[in-house]
């Protein structure tokens, strides 16, 4: 398991740097880290590199993302979602399906989209969350941003819930304050959960239950008590062996070349590896390639570098660990 991807359905309530910890400490492999953070109130895909693949996350091609977003209609909080104080009401008109769909559809395509004051956007070094806490408000630049489909899956007096497909960063609850706007009233996201980020598919994933259950070495216990309890505990539920564990996890992993399927590949002579390994020019990528396009070298199912083509030839630009 040197490098490979596990995907997690996250639960409510959790943090992504939860799930990371948890899944550091049950394989006792040291670098773990997500793609992507979730909100704490947020669910869905988590995905998350292992080993010599945090190398590779930012070669991902995680452009498009999928959720499922509620909105709330009638307030609007704070944080634009369910943790933040209510800071404005509104009645909420009537309106048909016909409607929704047409101010839905006024949302399609590229545009600029501010982050939201409560978000982890740097300001002069400092994520716009440390500032908004403390009363203070700060201006960012908006960000091209990219809405693919908005697609109705309900709706009632007050409420919608809409799968969402999109390009990375995106914040779903600046458009979800943005429709209930469109609708003529206030309105905030109660809800999110993704279904996809890139190559990372929630039926792929792993829930939070079945990791558990890989992990525990005492049947049918809960999966806080297993993954979040600390030591010393009384909760704390004995673990089965490392080894174990990995072996488990290990049929549920996703491996690099998966994960980089968008990128052409270029097998390797096993004579070649350590020289690519030790900084040496790769083999040639594909005669089509123009400049800042990039390829796998692999060997079989092991990729070992990431390879650029440049105006002076092509060169790895990312170099992955020997199994």
């Known amino acids: 398991m040197s490098a490979a991807f596990l995907v997690i359905d996250k639960p409510e309530g ?20 997500h793609t992507g953070t ?3 109130f947020a669910t869905g895909v988590l995905p998350l590199a292992l080993g010599h693949a945090t190398r590779l996350i930012q070669y991902l091609d995680e452009s498009v993302k999928v959720y499922d977003m509620t909105i709330a209609l009638g ?3 704070d944080t634009g979602d369910p943790t933040g104080e209510t800071i404005r009401t509104e009645d909420v008109p009537e309106f048909d399906e016909a409607k929704v769909q047409e101010v839905l559809k006024g949302f399609l395509g590229d545009q600029m989209q501010t982050p939201p004051a409560y978000s982890a956007v740097k300001k002069d070094g400092k994520p716009l969350y440390h500032y908004a806490r403390k009363g203070e408000k700060v201006t960012v630049p908006a960000r091209p941003i990219t809405i693919r489909a908005l697609e109705l899956q309900e709706m009632a ?17 600046v458009l979800a304050g943005d429709i209930a706007n469109a609708l003529g009233t206030a309105g905030h996201l109660s809800a999110l959960s993704r279904g996809q980020s890139g190559p990372f598919l929630i039926s792929a994933s792993l829930s939070i239950e079945e990791l558990a259950s ?3 070495a005492e049947p049918d216990k809960p999966w ?3 993954l979040m309890a600390r030591k010393g505990s009384p909760d704390r539920v004995k673990w089965k062996p490392r080894d174990t564990v990995r072996e488990e996890l290990g049929k549920k992993m996703v491996s690099p070349l998966t994960a980089l399927s968008h990128l ?4 390797i002579e096993p ?5 690519v390994r030790s900084g040496g020019a790769p083999p040639q990528g594909p005669a089509d390639l123009i400049v800042g396009q990039r390829y796998l070298v692999v060997r079989g199912e092991e990729v070992i570098a990431i390879a650029e083509r440049t105006p002076t030839g092509d060169k790895a630009i990312r170099v992955v660990g020997a199994a």
Request: proline share 3%; aromatic share 2%.
């Open 75 to 77: 307030s609007e909080t």
């Open 214 to 216: 890989i992990v525990s």
């Open 157 to 173: 007096p007050t409420m919608l819930r809409v799968r969402l497909t999109c390009s990375r960063g995106t914040y779903a609850r």
């Open 264 to 267: 052409r590949l270029v097998d």
């Open 224 to 226: 806080k008590s297993v």
């Open 38 to 40: 979730l909100d704490p």
């Open 14 to 33: 959790v943090t992504s740097h939860d799930i990371v910890a948890a899944v550091r400490a049950v394989t006792g492999i040291k670098k773990v880290g």
């Open 271 to 275: 004579d070649q590896i350590r020289r």
